[in-house]
């Protein structure tokens, strides 16, 4: 990361969420500011909101919350391993998620699955049973 910011310098909000991978374009970055999915300090940014280190997200996305600190500024998007120390996550956020995690697995795989369509053979047995119905 080349292009790393020291603590005094501001960055937008929607280019660092871009940078922490957060989200996969600076474009749905802005549509969550936009939208409220992102807190800043407990209230509502603009997409051009400035911030710095030391700061308390809250980010939404999906069914996911995110509560994180800024640790380092970036505008400068790099691997995954170097994105997450731009932030530190907090373990009460990481608990929760973990949880929503385990519940959703849980709820797919207690869910019926169907094979698809019906085949040709079974539409046959479909309408011959409907037929039998009514006489």
Known sequence: MAEIKTEDSALRIDKWLWAARFFKTRALAAHAVADGKVKLNGGRVKVARAIQVGD???IHSGPYEYLV?????SARRGPAPQAALLYEETVSSKQARQALANQLSAVARSATHTEGRPTKKERRQVIQF???RTE
């Open 130 to 132: 409907k037929k039998s």
């Open 56 to 58: 308390a997200l809250s």
């Open 69 to 73: 600190r800024v640790l380092v500024l």
